[in-house]
């Protein structure tokens, strides 16, 4: 396993980087092969490269067990050279290998460990890092298709399994007012940067804190020049949300947003969008995960609500019953000094694979209405 994840994290991959990430699709592509006796099908979206495989005989109606990862990173080319790939005291470090290359490994050995692999669905996005831009579709197709879905995603703090997750929102609010010469006639303008600031103490004013909705202005710009009264103002606004009612609350105050100066406007814009991964999508899962790892002697999970979105908040906002975190245990998202504990690997993957064949043998007890409802049809 070892030896897999240096394979993959020695294969940098980028998420904005397509050529990067169609060649990482390659050797991912030949260690899901190489373990499932299967090739993927390669699904190009845009230029960004996704791998699906799809086990059991072609047209089957029942709902099966969707398995979800991705290997695009945030670490650009080049990252090897300041964070080389190194084994040292039981921790395995390199760019990406909690987030979450680790992951796929695990997952393709408990697919190598399983006697059949009928009624499994694995799905390997390129553009995760991104926001699911291109793979957006496939998800939910799939979501659809699943009784249940587990995401390899690195797991929280202490290996615990991560049984909520807050939803994103990303919004701009531009702000237009008129320009004028700041020292002789300031007075005949109106400044956009004046009033993109009541506009950002209104936006913060939707905080409700860490255990709520998190409203936060960002990236903020106004104005041309120093000598001129700005005409035109912007702030990026993350909003991360625990639930859906939140989530109405967050927009509806966004969009409630009105000038303070006299000639202002204001415009909030939407983008891109994560569900909230509530705890009721993940409680019966997480229940059987409990058990699971009981029964293989791999000591006591913990869960954990965490603010980071993943494909997991899409296919959870899709009704499909969804577990997280059941990738890496380690350290270090996204940071200098990432790292997976090597140990832990084999362990994830025999939970891994117990939990699938659990869901398989109708032990976990949720059930995805879509995926029932077409099912059911002739």
């Known amino acids: 396993m070892t030896a897999d994840l240096r394979t993959l994290v020695e294969c940098e991959s980028p998420s904005a980087d397509t050529a990067a990430v169609a060649a990482s699709a390659d050797v991912v592509a030949a260690l899901g092969a190489r373990l499932t006796g299967a090739a993927p099908e390669r699904l190009v979206v845009d230029g960004r490269t ?19 990862g991705h290997h695009d ?55 995760e890092e991104l926001g699911a831009l291109t793979s957006r579709p496939l998800l939910h ?45 300031p007075w005949t303008g109106v400044n956009a940067a004046v009033e993109l600031a009541h506009q950002i103490l209104a936006i913060g004013a939707l905080d409700r804190g860490p255990g709520g909705a998190t409203v936060t202005p960002t990236v903020a ?53 994560h569900p909230p991964f509530e705890p009721s999508s993940s409680a019966a899962l997480y229940e059987l995960a409990v058990d699971v790892a009981a029964a293989l002697g791999l000591g006591p999970l913990g869960s954990a609500h965490v603010g980071g979105a993943s494909d997991g908040n899409i296919v959870a906002g899709d009704g499909t019953p969804t577990l997280d975190g059941l990738g890496a245990v380690g350290a270090g998202a996204h940071a200098p000094g990432e790292y997976v504990l090597v140990d832990e690997m084999p362990r994830r993957a025999a939970l891994l694979a117990g939990l699938v064949d659990a869901v398989r043998a109708g032990s976990s007890g949720p059930t995805n209405p879509v995926a029932a409802d077409r099912a059911g049809r002739p």
């Open 221 to 273: 710009t106004a104005g041309t020049t120093a000598n001129t009264v700005p005409a035109a103002a912007s702030v990026h606004v993350d909003a991360r949300v625990p639930t859906a009612a939140e989530a109405s609350r967050v927009d509806d105050g966004l969009f409630a947003l009105r000038p303070v100066l006299d000639g202002a406007e204001v415009e909030v814009v939407r983008g891109p969008r």
């Open 73 to 127: 990173t945030v670490w650009p080319v080049g990252s090897l050279l300041a964070h080389p790939w190194r084994v040292a005291d039981g921790r395995a470090y390199g760019p990406g290998c909690f987030d979450m290359k680790a992951g796929l490994v695990q997952l393709f050995h408990a697919l190598a460990g399983l006697s059949s692999l009928d009624g499994i669905t694995v799905l390997v996005t390129g553009d």
């Open 50 to 68: 996704h791998l699906r495989w799809r086990f059991g005989p072609p047209g089957a109606r029942r709902p099966g067990v969707l398995l979800l």
């Open 141 to 185: 197709e799939e979501a659809a298709r699943a009784s249940a879905a587990f995401v390899l995603e690195a797991a929280a703090d202490g290996g615990a399994l991560k049984t909520a997750r807050k939803g994103v929102a990303w919004y701009e609010v531009h702000v237009t007012g008129r320009a004028a010469h700041a020292g002789l006639e």
